[in-house]
């Protein structure tokens, strides 16, 4: 591995785990540092930061729990950026349900208005091949209705056809913030329990021949019912809770 970049700067004993932690962050942020990417040893790291090893150590392994990097063991091993930090911020945002900073009605306002945009997006840049994946997502979600009796399993295949939604709509920062928004309210549903679903993949199926169509200002229409059906229910288990 060549480091001869640039090395980074020495830091000062006090609060130099923060330190250490927002020189790699500054470099991810610049992308001189990027996906995939192994960082400099932790020999290396102490040497030109000035620094023991035991707080180099220390900051890796809180740049690991933010979801930044990977630790990895073996002769090949060591501190690897990750591709993605979605599932950490996933995480932060559901501790933060769970502290009762959001609850479910500001999730669908959210949620409307990102997929709002996807799904203009989607109508504008979805290639024809995408938009026949989304179709059968959108078939084999509907046959599950009636076949499969796991809940939970069906849940995958509503929240997939939002997921590859966002995907479709070729912006790389909707999709990142997607992602926790779908699994904080797959957690909604299974704590809410099964409901007949037969109007949401009409809906779906509604909204996918307009996307097909690249009609945005349908499908927005349609998504917009979608949204407000799946705010009644939330009234509804309020209501009843």
Same mark, same amino acid.
């Given at each position: 591995m060549d480091y001869s970049a640039q090395p980074f700067a020495q830091v000062?004993?006090?609060?130099a785990v923060d330190a250490i932690m927002k020189q790699i962050r500054d470099r991810i942020q610049s992308n001189e540092l990027r996906p995939g990417q192994k960082l400099p040893a932790e020999r290396l790291l102490a040497e030109q930061m000035g620094v023991s090893r035991n707080t180099v150590r220390e900051a890796i392994r809180m740049l690991e729990v933010s979801g930044l990097v990977t630790l990895k063991k073996g002769a090949t091993g060591g501190a690897f950026l990750n591709d993605s930090n979605t599932a950490a911020l996933s995480q932060n945002i559901r501790d933060g349900i769970n502290l009762n900073q959001y609850d479910a009605t500001d999730l669908i306002d959210v949620r409307l208005v990102l997929e709002t945009y996807a799904v203009e997006r989607a109508c504008l840049h979805a290639t024809d091949e995408e938009i026949d994946e989304l179709a059968?997502?959108? =078939?084999? *979600?509907? @046959?599950? +209705? *009636? *076949?499969? !009796?796991?809940?939970?399993?069906?849940?995958?295949l509503? &929240?997939?056809? $939002?997921?590859? #939604?966002?995907?479709?709509? $070729?912006?790389?920062? @909707?999709?990142? @913030?997607? +992602? !926790? #928004?779908? +699994? &904080?309210? =797959?957690?909604? $549903?299974?704590?809410s329990g099964p409901a007949a679903? &037969? +109007?949401? $993949?009409?809906?779906?199926?509604? @909204?996918?021949?307009?996307?097909?169509? =690249?009609? !945005?200002?349908?499908?927005?229409?349609?998504?917009?019912? /979608?949204?407000?059906? #799946?705010?009644?229910? #939330?009234?509804?288990?309020?209501? /009843? *809770?």
């Open positions: 000062q004993p006090r609060r059968a997502i959108a =078939r084999q *979600s509907k @046959l599950a +209705e *009636s *076949s499969e !009796p796991n809940y939970e399993q069906r849940l995958v509503h &929240m997939d056809f $939002h997921r590859k #939604l966002a995907a479709f709509a $070729h912006n790389r920062v @909707l999709e990142v @913030l997607t +992602e !926790p #928004l779908l +699994e &904080m309210t =797959r957690q909604f $549903h299974l704590k679903g &037969m +109007e949401t $993949h009409e809906l779906r199926a509604r @909204l996918v021949q307009e996307i097909q169509d =690249r009609d !945005p200002e349908a499908a927005k229409k349609i998504l917009a019912e /979608h949204f407000k059906a #799946l705010q009644d229910r #939330l009234f509804a288990v309020t209501l /009843h *809770s």
